[in-house]
């Protein structure tokens, strides 16, 4: 099985700014590459690290008293660290998205380049999979999912062409689903770069998974939540979860910056809770580049409680 080589490594550790007695949450364990970082600097902090997939858990090896594994979703911490006695947080780390081991093992259903079960869910305990998507949503459902979450300026040909298809028989795997998209696009979009699947399995995952209501609700949970000097960074790999992070940020920073119109007192101005940290998104270096071509699309965020 494929490695997963954690990306913006040593960015997303700096920007942690960690005190090494602090309360850190890693909201997206994978194969634990950034948690270690984490645990390297702490002395008596404690780390809680979440995964939603158990098999993440489990493919952990965990001799450290002060690392807790918890299987579930991120948008659940604030009620799963409130069970540890857990109120505030020096900082929280998330690296959205698949780890490679998800996406390159068989049955899971991930990759438009494996032919596998059309299942893509990272909780294997939830009901919802792809396959229920793609048989059960009806038409308009479906093109809703693929312009929201995909941007596939081609959803109604791709909607209609599924509906037609499963009128025969299901759609079961993930090549029959590739042929459905493919036959249902011009000829020049086929010859364009990228794969003809990519915005369509991106759709049909986030919407499985939830992933961008889980940013959202993760993000205004943990901001209550920061202590002051604890930062917030998160590294996500498209654009529909990057402009929720730059906008959530900017709320964050703005909330309690008043129209410049309306005359104030001095002793009326109140200064920002937040401090955005990275005015542009960090991304990968060129020698991270060479090494991990995932890390192409990654952008680095970082908010401070000041
Ligand atoms: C890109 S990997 C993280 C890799 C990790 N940083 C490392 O260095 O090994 C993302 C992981 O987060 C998990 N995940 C994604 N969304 C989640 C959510 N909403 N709640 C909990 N875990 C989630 C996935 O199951 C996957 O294992």
Known sequence: MTAHISVLLNEAIEGLNIKSDGVYVDGTLGRGGHSREILKQLEKGILYSFDKDQTAIDAIENNTSNWRLIKDDFKNIKDRLELEGIS??????????????????????????????????????????????????????????????????YAPAIAKNIVLARKEKPVE?????????????????????GHPAKQVFQAIRI???????????????????????????????????DRIVKQTFKKLEDKNKLDPRIPIMPDQIMESDFKVITRRPITASEAELLENKRAASAKLRIIERI
């Open 207 to 241: 919407e499985v998974n939830d992933e961008l209501r889980a940013l959202e609700k993760v993000l205004d949970d943990a901001s209550k939540m920061l202590k002051s000097g604890g930062r917030i960074v998160v590294i996500s790999f498209h654009s529909l979860e």
């Open 88 to 153: 505030k947080i020096d900082g929280l780390l998330l690296d959205i998205g698949v780890s490679s081991p998800q996406f390159d093992q068989g049955e899971r259903g991930f990759s438009y380049r494996f032919d596998d079960k059309l299942d893509m869910r990272m909780d294997l305990s939830q009901k919802l999979n792809a396959y229920i998507v793609v048989n059960k949503y009806p038409e308009e459902e479906l093109i809703d999912v693929f312009y929201k979450y995909g941007e596939e300026r």
């Open 173 to 193: 795997t993930t090549f029959e689903l590739v042929d459905i998209i493919k036959s249902s696009l011009p000829q020049r979009e086929l010859r364009k770069k």
